[in-house]
Every structure is written in C-alpha cells, then in structure tokens.
C-alpha cells in the first residue's frame, strides 16, 4: 500500500508541476506578448506610414467626401513626444482630417482618432501580432474596426483593412459600412508615397 501511495504522490506532483509550469509558459509568452507588440506597432507605423501621400477614392459614394473620383493628400509624421504619429489629410484640395494614432495598452491595439473637416469625427483601431509587423511590410494586411460619427451624431460602424502593395502603395479598405440596419456601400482608397 505504501508503494501505491508513494507513487500516487509522485504522480500528483508531477503533474501539478507539469500544470503549473504550463500555466506559468502561457503566461509568460502573454505577458513578453503584450509588452513586445506595443513597440512592434509604433515602429510599423514610423517606418512604413510616415511621410507624405495621395490618395484616391476608387470604391465609396456616388457624392460627398468619400465618393468615387476624390483625391486628396494625407501626411503621417512621429509626435514630438515620439510615442505616437500625427496624421492630417486634404481632399479636393480642402482640409479633411487631424489625428494621432498610437499603442492602446489596455486593448493591445493600434488606436487612431480623427478630427473630420465636417465636424465629424472617425475612431479606428488595428490589432495585429508582432510577427506581423516586422520585415518586408510588403502583403500584409493590418485589420481593424472603425466608427464614423457624424456632425449630426449619426454612426457608421466598419470593418477595415490597410493592405500594403509595396513600400509606396497601400489600400484603405472599409467594409461591412452600416449606420444602424442601413447599409453602406464599401470604401476603397488607394495611397502612394510621393516622390
């Protein structure tokens, strides 16, 4: 019986140990995780959206801000406080938007809030591991969601992606548009660095 015992015990312990140490693995691969992405994210955007671009609406709207045709302008620079970008963007010619975007810890995501020219004002967040944002940015796609209140307190709700084509072009993409059960039409726009 004391055989059984001792063994039983052995039994016990080992896989309270195997139990633990697995527990204490997730958790440390969540916690370096969690630090690690938030520097994954600033660094994506300084080294791949900063600077200046075009842009063009090529799927939205028959009228207003976002419709098909529009062009427009859209610049991305590091903060004086280096831990976040500050964003600003034209279209035909007339100011549109201001915003910053930066590393939401609590959410673990890459949040942006803009300021629109209509009074408006868009909240957008990408979430992605860090695998995906180091090396050639070059087909990757970074997905997120998105919230359009309008001046008027209307509320569009999307889905979005930014897919990078190459070091000077990327897609915008907001699908599944809705302001309430009303549904919109898909936003495509397309940005190339300039020269």
């Known amino acids: 019986m004391e055989e059984i015992d001792h063994a039983l015990t052995v039994l016990l312990t080992t896989v309270a140990g195997m139990i633990l140490a697995a527990g204490t693995a997730g958790a440390e691969e969540k916690r370096v995780a969690t630090e690690n992405v938030g520097g994954h994210y600033l660094e994506f955007w300084k080294s791949y959206f900063q600077g200046q671009w075009t842009a063009r609406v090529v799927g939205g709207e028959d009228s207003g801000r976002i419709a098909v045709g529009n062009e427009g302008t859209w610049s991305c620079q590091l903060a004086p406080t280096e831990n976040s970008v500050l964003m600003s ?46 090396g050639d940015p070059a087909g990757k796609v970074i997905r997120g969601k998105a919230k359009y209140i309008h001046a008027d307190g209307g509320i569009d709700d999307s889905d979005i992606a930014v897919s990078i084509v190459d070091r000077d072009i990327y897609e915008y993409a907001a699908t599944n548009r809705h302001n309430g059960e009303e549904k919109l039409p898909d936003l495509r726009a397309v940005y190339k660095r300039k020269k």
């Open 89 to 134: 963007g034209t279209i035909n010619g007339k100011p549109d938007s201001n915003g910053i975007g930066g590393v939401d810890a609590s959410a673990n995501v890459w949040r942006e809030v803009f300021f629109m020219g209509d009074g408006g004002h868009l909240t957008q967040f990408y979430r992605a591991k860090p695998a995906d944002l180091l």
